[in-house]
């Protein structure tokens, strides 16, 4: 017997959708509000495997497969034209309040840029949480204040930029050697 069945669509929805993002759920009381409204629960391609990490670049979407056919969606930015990139990845390091130093590419662009910024800073555009990828100077990260209506579009020099309580939701979920699929 399904959840459906047992406790009707709605209910099993929001069920579902609380066990995604960690929420505590009494079975017929009103949903408590969520972490963060972005995350969804979503049915997913049964062809991945539990850990893997899907990024639709189409769709502005990062999915972490979290079960047979079903994902967590998070919104997201993606690479901008010219810096797009797709194909197989896995992440090689987890990192908390990363320090950033601007790659030579951005740089370039904004010479304006401080050579560092500390982790931690509310002017770091890595967030709070980082996920580098075995890719060149790649990472699926936080974002800042000011930077967090960039999410949804495409407008990053090859990252993946997240809200921050995404991130740190996504972190907390995946180990190193996950992999990582860039579609387009």
């Known amino acids: 017997m399904g959840l459906s069945s047992l406790f009707g669509r709605a209910a099993s929805a929001r069920l579902l959708n609380a066990l995604a993002v960690g929420a505590v ?23 991945y495997q539990p850990g893997t990490i899907v990024i639709s670049a189409r769709q502005r979407k990062l999915f972490l497969v979290v079960g047979q056919g079903v994902a967590i969606s998070y919104p997201v930015a993606v690479p901008k ?14 990192y908390v309040n990363p320090d950033w130093v601007p790659p030579p590419v951005v740089k370039q662009d904004h010479p304006e840029l401080p050579n560092f910024i500390r982790g931690g800073s509310p002017h770091n555009p890595m967030g709070v949480r980082a996920l580098t990828l075995d890719r060149y100077q790649v990472a699926i990260h936080g974002t800042t204040s000011k930077m967090r209506s960039s999410i949804g579009t495409a407008a990053s020099y090859g990252c993946i930029r997240m809200l921050n309580e995404d991130v740190a939701d996504l972190f907390d979920r995946v180990s190193v050697g996950s992999p990582v699929i860039m579609a387009p």
Do not use: D, T
């Open 25 to 47: 759920v009494l079975l017929g009381a009103a949903s408590a509000p969520q972490e963060a409204a972005a995350r969804n629960m979503v049915s997913f391609s049964p062809s």
């Open 81 to 94: 034209a010219g810096r797009e990139w797709s194909g197989a990845a896995a992440i090689e390091g987890k």
